[in-house]
């Protein structure tokens, strides 16, 4: 259960509350990104893009400018950096009161994002890649969301094994933890990494077993949006997934998932309100925590 102490994050003097569930959009600028490459890749399309997010309930807005698909080609550095200076200053500009999170494992792409603007910086390494990673946020004092992936894109869906997925996730988030408030990070989110470097079964084991990750007492972000897990199982294409989308990210709220990344934001507002309605009405606690117990609870009963 979320400890009293997370019930908001520090988004450069903003105050993101956590209460309840939350929809992060996801705005790629990239040409080759699996589900959107090159959609947004010009300025007015981010812009348009971004807007409709943010009127449809997004927020945040997680901005990508390197592909991280399986099988992904490597991006430079100064492509990174050039393909987010040339987008994320309008994008900050035109939406003020919009908060921006960076996708990044880059601690140099980190300091220069949040320079430009972004509150939150989003490393699907974990802290893994980049060495300066933690010290770098340390300093910077903004949200780190720090995802469990094995392996990087172009190699992670190389045959992924583990001896018991859960077991290694929390004990790679408990570590990686210790080690970044050492270097003085504050607000941590995690993200399982759904579909980096897990098979089909890993990947819905993990979701099954979601509510494990509250042991971490940090919020839980999910990312299922369009995602081969979806689409492999329900034998659906990216434009046919949206359903399998919407059924994952419930399941993930009804396991106390506080941030759900997507591409289809109206969507995922929906199903976080319906799952509010449902829960709101029985106490003054908050959705995540009153779902969470629930569920506890139910597993408790199952056993006796």
Request: hydrophobic share 40%; charged share 25%.
């Amino acid at each position: 259960m979320l400890n009293s102490n997370l019930k908001t994050i520090n988004c450069q003097g903003r105050l993101l509350s956590l209460e309840d569930p939350l929809v992060m959009g996801i705005l790629n600028i990239t040409p080759d990104s699996f589900s959107d490459g090159g959609q947004f890749w010009h300025e007015k399309d981010a812009l348009n893009h971004c807007e409709k997010m943010l009127n449809e309930g997004a927020e945040i807005i997680d901005i990508g400018a390197v592909s991280t698909k399986p099988f992904a080609d490597d991006v430079s550095l100064e492509e990174e950096k050039k393909r987010l200076q040339n987008i994320l200053p309008t994008l900050v500009k035109t939406f003020p009161h919009a908060i921006f999170s960076v996708d990044t494992f880059r601690s140099e792409i980190a300091r220069m994002a949040v320079s430009e603007g972004a509150s939150i910086i989003n490393d699907i390494s974990g802290g893994q890649a980049d060495e300066h990673m933690f010290k770098t946020i340390g300093e910077l004092q903004v949200p780190y969301v720090m995802m469990h992936t094995q392996g990087m894109p172009q190699t992670m869906q190389v045959e992924p094994k583990y001896d018991d997925v859960m077991n290694e996730l929390i004990v790679f988030f408990a570590k990686q933890i210790a080690s970044a408030h050492q270097a003085g990070v504050l607000d941590i989110i995690v993200d399982p990494g759904f579909g980096f470097g897990k098979n089909l079964e890993h990947n819905y084991e993990i979701l099954g077993r979601l509510e494990r990750f509250q042991i971490l007492e940090k919020p839980i972000m999910v990312g299922f949006s369009k995602k081969s897990m979806i689409r492999n199982l329900l034998e659906v294409d990216i434009e046919n997934s949206l359903n399998g989308t919407t059924v994952t990210n419930t399941v993930a709220l009804l396991k106390g998932a506080n941030i759900l990344r997507v591409h289809d934001v109206k969507e995922a507002v929906e199903a976080v309100k319906i799952i509010k309605k449902c829960y709101s009405e029985r106490s003054e606690e908050s959705v995540s925590k009153q779902i969470l117990r629930y569920a506890q609870d139910d597993n408790l009963k199952s056993k006796t």
